[in-house]
Nanobody, 122 residues
């Protein structure tokens, strides 16, 4: 029923900015806690950023705090991740996800997109 489609990834240089989008269909994003995750080759998927249903409470991984911003456009039913001051360590496949829990932990997300590749060169 739910479909999440990420876009906006690409190849950029260190210090550049990029904005990822996650378009949702089948469910209304504002009714769920949503988040961004990333996974590099050979590594486990890690939490990047999350936003609650009210759109006011956001959380970030320490590694991206101050550089990344999660936001949501309710009219477009789209989740965004603004990434500034990108580093080679940010290189990964980025996924958006939604959770059926009100205040989920990083391991409590239920539906996932297919991912979009972000590559940051030094």
């Amino acid at each position: 029923q739910v479909q999440l489609v990420e876009s906006g990834g690409g190849l950029v240089q260190a210090g550049d900015s990029l904005r990822l989008s996650c378009a949702a269909s089948g469910r209304t994003l504002s009714n769920y806690a949503t988040g961004w995750f990333r996974q590099a080759p050979g590594k486990e998927r890690e939490f990047v950023a999350g936003i609650r249903t009210n759109g006011a409470t956001t959380t970030y991984a320490d590694s991206v705090k101050g550089r990344f911003t999660i936001s949501r456009d309710n009219a477009k039913n789209t989740l965004y991740l603004q990434m500034n001051s990108l580093k080679p360590g940010d290189t990964a496949v980025y996924y958006c996800a939604i959770s059926l829990r009100y205040a989920p932990s990083p391991n409590e997300y239920d539906y996932w997109g297919q991912g979009t590749q972000v590559t940051v060169s030094s």
